[in-house]
């Protein structure tokens, strides 16, 4: 696939979305998120893909909407004319993986300045990993703006105090790789040179896995996030029912028994 403002590759099993206008610290104009969500589909829709990897090239991840762009209306920044859609009517996604309806897991690999809608991978993504160059900050209230689903959703991740001295110190105060990942905001730290090939080592480790039990587990924890125990215990038990139909559910214990290397059909 051809894009203009990302790049999008696959290899194995792994696709990986790099974020490309490094002259604009790869803030998010209206094309480069409908390119986003093209290469979402396509990941969702490749059998062939098992997880997705997000990073980005420069000096930045993303730095959030595009300011230039941002029109003097107050409408959300999309190609599609206003409110045309069903997600123009929901809280604006803008770069965010389509992670509540996603069965695959995104791999977040941070390599510089993340801010302001930056801050989404971080917050939903599966697994997050940062470059020891990585800062993370929210400006919206230095240049004006309420500071809304990102920080709502730092909050969510961060102790309260912590999201709300980042929501409301903005620019003028920034987190480093090491502090986030004190905080847990990131799993995992590494040199800024190896962050790629290591995104990459934690992807080939998942695909190692069965990839239906991965998708399983990932959404059992996802989706009973916003429920009572009980009722998450046993929306996770569902999941596991189903998947216990499935070819890959004999091959494991199979090649447990045989003691093999499972081969893995994704059926």
């Known amino acids: 696939m051809s894009f203009d403002t990302i790049k999008y590759e696959v290899d194995g099993h792994t696709a990986t979305v790099t974020l490309n206008r490094p002259d604009a610290l790869n803030a998010l104009s209206p094309h480069m998120i409908t390119e986003l969500r093209s290469a979402y589909a396509a990941a969702e829709n490749d059998d062939q893909v098992w997880t997705l990897i997000v990073t980005g090239s420069g000096r930045a991840f993303c730095t959030g909407a595009d300011v230039k762009e941002i029109p003097g209306d107050g409408k959300v920044v999309n190609e599609r004319p206003y409110l045309s859609t069903y997600e123009q009517w929901e809280a604006p996604q803008e770069g965010t993986p389509p992670f509540r309806t996603t069965a695959k897991p995104v791999i977040a690999a941070i390599n510089g300045i993340c801010c302001g809608a930056g801050l989404d991978w971080v917050t939903t993504c599966d697994i997050v990993i940062a470059s020891d160059k990585a800062t993370f900050f929210d400006p919206h209230v230095s240049i004006g703006l309420v500071a809304g689903r990102e920080v709502v959703r730092l909050a969510r991740v961060l ?13 003028h ?21 190896q962050l790629v090939e290591r995104a990459h080592a934690i992807a080939d480790i998942v695909n190692s896995n069965a990839p239906l039990a991965v998708r399983g587990t990932r959404l059992a924890i996802l989706k009973g996030l916003d429920l009572p125990l009980h009722e998450a215990e046993m929306l996770a038990e569902s999941f596991r029912e189903r998947v216990t139909r499935t070819e890959d559910a004999l091959e494991g214990p199979r090649a447990f028994v045989e003691k093999r290397p499972a081969q893995w059909q994704c059926r």
């Open 159 to 171: 102790p309260r105090s912590v999201a709300l001295r980042m929501a409301l110190m903005g620019k």
């Open 173 to 193: 105060e920034r987190m480093s790789a090491d502090r986030a990942l004190d905080l847990g905001m990131v799993s995992e730290v590494v040199e800024h040179d």
